[in-house]
């Protein structure tokens, strides 16, 4: 594990994949399934890491630990609420599986400087925000809690809490650029990253 704090990682696989019309997280991209990639990225930088998903027997070939959802059906809020939940660690490193183009250098970014702070999100230029490529603390489950009991499941709702300190990452910063938080929505998508220069992880 890269730093001294321990953390949990938290790769997010519970997606319904509308738009691929099957589960994306066993796409192969370059031979490797996204949710392997994912797990290769996040291991080195974590002291647990966990699955986010309902289909526990699925990813079970992975050998990592898999979480069902407490609150089911209310997307990627109620993923990180259950690994929350089942940990007993303090900080939470959270990947979307279909996000191949997360680098190491954007992690860093991710985990620098966040003493004192509830979250770290990137941002890209166009002001849009990537929470489900972020660091999140155990400070924010009561949050996550409270909202899920009232079906009220937008993660970036979460940051308008004036009672969370919240950091946004830049791509200014220099950890990374606004292509590297691109997800893989549809086959389309898939088939231009298989072009791309991609990490092998």
Same mark, same amino acid.
């Given at each position: ?7 949990? %990682?938290?790769?997010? +696989?519970?997606?319904?994949?509308? /738009? ?12 490797i ?21 309902? !289909?526990?027997?699925?990813?079970? $070939?992975? %050998? ?12 990627? &809020?109620a993923?990180?609420?259950?690994? &929350?939940?089942?940990? +007993?660690? =303090? ?7 279909? &996000?191949?183009?997360?680098t ?22 166009? %002001?849009? #925000? ?13 949050? $996550?809690h409270? /909202? ?7 993660? &970036? =709702?979460?940051?308008k809490?004036?009672? !969370? ?8 910063g220099?950890? $990374? /650029? ?7 929505? #549809?086959?389309? =998508? ?7 220069? !991609?990490?092998?992880?």
């Amino acid at each position: 594990m890269r730093g001294s704090e321990e953390i949990c %990682g938290v790769i997010l +696989a519970g997606g319904r994949s509308r /738009r691929m019309g099957e589960d994306k997280a066993l796409l192969e991209l370059r031979g490797i399934p996204l949710i392997q990639r994912a797990k290769n990225l996040l291991q080195p930088w974590v002291s647990e890491l966990v699955i986010s998903a309902n !289909l526990v027997e699925k990813y079970r $070939f992975l %050998g990592l630990p898999v979480i069902p959802d407490v609150f089911p059906g209310q997307g990627p &809020m109620a993923g990180i609420h259950a690994a &929350m939940s089942g940990s +007993a660690l =303090d900080a939470f490193l959270v990947l979307a599986c279909d &996000m191949p183009c997360v680098t190491p250098a954007l992690l860093t970014g991710l985990l620098q400087d966040h003493e004192g702070v509830d979250l770290v999100v990137p941002v890209t230029s166009d %002001g849009r #925000t990537h929470p489900l490529c972020g660091l999140y603390r155990r400070s924010c489950l009561a949050e $996550f809690h409270h /909202r899920l009991l009232h079906s009220q499941n937008r993660l &970036m =709702d979460v940051f308008k809490n004036p009672a !969370l300190k919240v950091k946004f990452l830049h791509p200014s910063g220099g950890s $990374f /650029r606004d292509s590297d938080l691109t997800n893989i929505n #549809t086959k389309s =998508d898939l088939s231009v990253h298989e072009k791309a220069g !991609l990490e092998p992880f």
